[in-house]
């Protein structure tokens, strides 16, 4: 399956948000309309103004957002002072899993990740997700640590 991968604009936003909430860990308790609420805009604007935060779309032939997910770039003391890229909100619509999708993303992002200099290429993934855990390994990822997280 061909699909473009590109930059999120403010008008993806619904079709984001749409799948995000399609997936029940998400945390997003709300419904999502065509227009989203403020703080989702706020937030996205926010990313969009960070030069090392980037949302990506994945966009079939006909226009379709089937994908999408953010990297964040931060820059550390550890890998010799590598820069670190850190992969979130990975989402595939539940009707286009198993097409190939989700491998052309995670290969553009760890590609990315290579010309943004970054020397280590990381996420975290929900322990309830086994299908996406096998999916990272099968790329090459290692669950080389445990996660952890307060909700505020």
């Not at 990313?47 to 090392?52: K, V």
């Given at each position: 399956m061909t699909v473009e991968i590109r930059p999120a604009g403010p008008t993806d936003l619904p079709a984001i948000l749409r799948l995000i909430t399609a997936d029940s860990l998400t945390g997003l308790d709300e419904p999502v309309g065509m227009?989203?609420?403020p703080h989702y805009l706020r937030a996205f604007e926010e990313?969009?103004?960070?030069?090392?935060n980037e949302y990506w779309v994945v966009e079939e032939e006909d226009g379709t957002i089937v994908g999408c997910f953010q990297l964040t770039y931060t820059p550390g003391l550890a890998y010799r002072g590598g820069w670190r890229a850190t992969v979130e909100t990975v989402r595939v619509a539940a009707?286009?899993?198993g097409k190939g999708i989700g491998t052309q993303m995670m290969e553009w992002a760890i590609e990315r990740a290579r010309q943004r200099g970054c020397a280590l290429f990381q996420l975290a993934t929900n322990k309830q997700r086994s299908d996406a855990r096998r999916f990272y390994e099968s790329l090459g990822l290692a669950a080389s640590h445990q996660g952890m997280k307060l909700r505020l």
């Open positions: 227009t989203p609420a990313i969009e103004a960070d030069p090392n009707d286009r899993r």
